[in-house]
């Protein structure tokens, strides 16, 4: 009885420590308010935060872009520093638009300051250092019935944003991947009719990411745990 138990118990470690080396990828976090029209913008987003919260519960140190450093209308290539996490240089298409309250008259607003990225077609993110995470706010996204998607070296991940909805909307929409770094991003639409704005861009490297806080326990400690079950297995048969 107390060997199976042991070895019950050794499984169960081992199990745990395997599943430290590889977390399920990629992670992601969503939420979104829905808007109140092309004219109104949003006095909150808490469903939005929330889901920002969340993601950074996971993250140690990001660095986050809101373009407010930036002048009105200027356009790719943009590089932005990240801090720790290094460079990222915007391409293919978009600009930096200015907002100081209210909308622009079709939805679009910033989320933090007066500033943030506009576009009206597919762009990229090339980055100086391999990330593991990515997070963004976006505002009045698929009113048009466009689907917005992410594409990177794990795959393409499709924001799960509510299509055709009312104009003004808030999202935010974060991952992480720890098995698979990926150095570009890209931002596709189904519909090439649509406008979208885009705000406080954050990333992170894979030192960065700290699943569930960093408390789980290092592979190395619970290995060690499980040798020294092995020898208190091997003490009790010695003992019958």
Known sequence: MRKSIIFSVLSIVLTFCIGNFVYAAPVTFFGEDLGGGEAVRLASTPNSNAARANFFTNLLGVGTENFEGFATSTGVPLAVNF?????ANLLNSGAIA????GTNGFGRYPISGSNYWETSSNFSLSFTNPQSAFGFYGIDIGDFSG???LTYAGGVLAVPHTVSGPGG???????YDTTTPFSTITFSTTTGSDVFGFDDFSIGTRQQVVPGGGAIPEPATMALFGIGLLGLGAAKRKKV
Not at 83 to 87: C, S, V
Not at 98 to 101: D, H, K
Not at 169 to 175: A, E
């Open 169 to 175: 909307s808030v999202l935010y929409f974060g991952f």
């Open 83 to 87: 801090g720790a996490a290094g460079t």
């Open 98 to 101: 200015t907002q100081a309250s």
């Open 147 to 149: 689907q917005l998607t």
